[in-house]
């Protein structure tokens, strides 16, 4: 019982975040960049006379008060209407229907490798605390943490040039649908690149963990009833570590489709970050807004997942 | 005034004297006084090269004498340039962290102190800001406003603001409750004053920590934003615009893409451990090297 009214709570709370999110997206990319006829026209938009710049105003219902251009926009989104790409004239829907798809796998894949990659070294390093290997994964770590995805991607771009004269800009996309094969090969080296930040932050989550569950008495108990090591470690801690991992790996995926960005422009893959990126350089700004509430609302919809698959993981949540 | 002054200027040696014995902490002492100082000689143009002198003749030379770090492929002076670009990115991130940890630090003292409608405001704006990864709502704000560091600077401003706001919030609502803040509203000192002289000296700590943070974030991110071309604009000298031209000529000049980036890497870990070793200064019973 408790729980259901916990959980439509946390639900009527996203509704609303969502409607704030919206709101956010409306002042900073309607009424901050000027108006919809200077993005639409340039420069050419200086020439206009009064009388014809309030006909346009007029056409583009830029002349109402905010409130209701605000009001009359959300009823479009929820019609799921994104409107009309400035510079293609598409529908912005349809660019992002696209798009989404090689975002996602991008993520699922850097997710995936991130986790085992994550676990497995944050076990190693959580068995001996203050050991070599401890030292040594918690260094890589560190650098793991501190290298950026641009320079990463940049290095690994100029290296795969060099050994397989291979350049991720020339040469069309492989969707999933077409060759499994072609579209790994081409989704591998971003979704690497991406996934050392993210196993770096599984690392020391599952270090972390590890090290404070081992001194619980139970695995106390496991090790003095004589049972081997390696048993106690996967089926005593890692079993009670996990819950944890996974939130993280829910937050995390979160902040991977941020990451996206910059690892679609370096690869050049069409996603939504090199939708959003175009639409930024070329002031499409139908296209940056739809973009951008379509990324934003799948984070908070995945944050809600994430909750939601944790309280059912862990009972002792439910009690409070 | 000089009680305060008095009492103050001690407290600040025993902080960095108790980073300085953290063996993290020291590092990150040291990188960060390495950083400022590239920083302040690529600024003031004390520098042997000029970083935006080129020089066709000498494109593209490995490491020498007279090019400590090699030239580029204009014959620009790669160390002159990397220590420019290190004094751009920390002009922005100490820019944008002060306006973030000045605004967001208000806003979560308010919010605690006052509580009632002001902290149901303040707390739902939070909250709606953190429905955004970080770098999108940068982008966001850069896209609205136009490319530029100032305008970086802003953007990075905004993504930062909530996260002051939030660690200001929370021991501002139990330094709130103290005995000594109570005792101050009965003598019927001025709210202004409770604030600025009782509470904001308290909550300060998980402040700092913060904002070392904060500004290794802040580097992360104004390159990131240059190096999508949305930030510092060539030929200004920038970490993330160095790696973005260095692509195409890495094959050929490796120093051209490994200087600038191992340059935001060291700058990355030097604050983070600095911010490690001061979590551990600042108060002695937490762990340092636990969450992010």
Known sequence: MIGWRWAAARLGGTVLTLFGVTAVVFIVLRLIPGDAITAALGIESGALTPAQRAALEYQYGTDRPWIVQFADWLGQLLRGDLGLSLTSGKSVGGLIAAALPVTVELAVLAAAMGTVTGVALGVLAGSGPGRARDSVTQGVTLVGLAVPEFVLGTTVVVLLAEAFGYFPDTGTFVPLTESLAGNLSQLMYPALVLAVGFAANVVRATRSEFVEIAEADFVRTARGKGLPAARVRLAHILRNAWVPIVTLTGIQFGYLLGGTVIVEHVFALPGMGRLLYTAISDRDYPVVQGAVLVIAALFVLINLATDLVYRALDPRTRAS | ?292
């Open chain 2, 1 to 292: 005034m000089t009680a305060g002054t008095a009492a103050a200027a001690p407290r600040a040696d025993h902080l960095v004297a108790r980073i300085w014995r953290d063996g993290n902490g020291r590092i990150g002492l040291v990188v960060t006084g390495l950083l400022v100082l590239a920083a302040v000689l690529g600024v003031l143009g004390v520098l042997p090269h000029d970083p935006l002198a080129q020089a066709p003749a000498d494109r593209l030379q490995g490491p020498s004498a007279a090019h400590w770090l090699g030239t580029d492929q204009f014959g620009r002076d790669v160390a002159a340039r990397t220590a420019s670009g290190i004094g751009t990115s920390l002009r922005v991130a100490v820019l944008s962290v002060a306006i973030a940890c000045v605004a967001g630090s208000l806003l979560g003292v308010l919010a605690g102190f006052f509580r009632g409608w002001a902290d149901q405001v303040i707390g739902r704006v939070i909250d709606v800001l953190f429905a955004f990864p970080a770098l999108l709502l940068a982008l966001a704000v850069v896209s609205a406003l136009g490319s530029g560091w100032q305008n970086a600077a802003v953007a990075i401003a905004v993504v930062y603001t909530p996260i002051f706001a939030r660690v200001a919030r929370g021991p501002t609502l139990s330094v709130a409750r103290s005995e000594y803040v109570k005792a101050a509203q009965v003598l019927g000192l001025p709210v202004r004053r409770i604030l600025f002289r009782h509470v904001l000296p308290n909550v300060a700590a998980p402040i700092l920590v913060q904002v070392t943070l904060a500004l290794s974030w802040a580097i992360l991110t104004e390159s990131a934003l240059s190096f999508l071309g949305l930030g510092t604009q060539p030929p200004q000298p920038s970490l993330g615009l160095m790696v973005s031209e260095a692509r195409d000529i890495a094959a050929l000049a490796w120093w051209v893409l490994a200087i600038p980036a191992l340059a935001i890497v060291i700058a990355v870990i030097g604050l983070n451990l600095l911010g490690d070793g001061l979590r551990g200064a600042a108060d002695p019973r937490s762990r340092t090297g636990g969450d992010r």
